[in-house]
């Protein structure tokens, strides 16, 4: 099988189809939108879960880290069980937003309220998300 490198964690992983799909939001996010790598983390881990969510960033905000994004990536179209499973994931995470991509780079974004989850129509930007932290 072969390999891609990841730009965010500097190494080289198995090209999955679900890896390439990682690979793009994240170069997008870097290259596009403005994240830092240094606030990106993959495959995060989940507190007292045995799961792992994708891509999770952080905004610097006052001199600390909070919880920006949560981020799934699909290699297969978004469906229910999968936003559902990514909201899951972040009630142990915090994030006030979560988004789910596909390997065509279809993407469906989402902010939290106080109501539950809202959909959120423009570009995840972390300028953009930073202003609602």
Not at 21 to 48: D, F, H, N, T
Not at 100 to 127: I, M, R
Request: with cysteine; glycine share 6%.
């Amino acid at each position: 099988m072969p390999f891609i490198r990841c730009i965010i964690r500097q190494c080289d992983v198995k090209e999955t189809p679900e890896e390439v799909c990682r690979q793009m939001m994240l170069r997008k996010m870097v290259e596009e939108w403005g994240y830092l790598p240094s606030l990106i983390a993959v495959e995060k881990q989940i507190p007292e879960k045995r799961r792992r969510v994708d891509i999770f960033a952080y905004a610097a905000v006052e001199g600390s880290l909070k919880p920006l994004i949560v981020i799934e990536c699909k290699q297969k179209k978004i469906t229910r069980q999968a936003i559902r499973q990514a909201l899951g994931y972040n009630m142990a995470l915090g994030a006030p937003f979560v988004a789910l991509v596909d390997a065509q780079g279809n993407w469906h974004c989402f902010h939290k309220q106080q109501n539950g989850y809202v959909s959120y129509t423009g570009e995840p930007t972390y300028h953009a998300l930073c202003k609602f932290s």
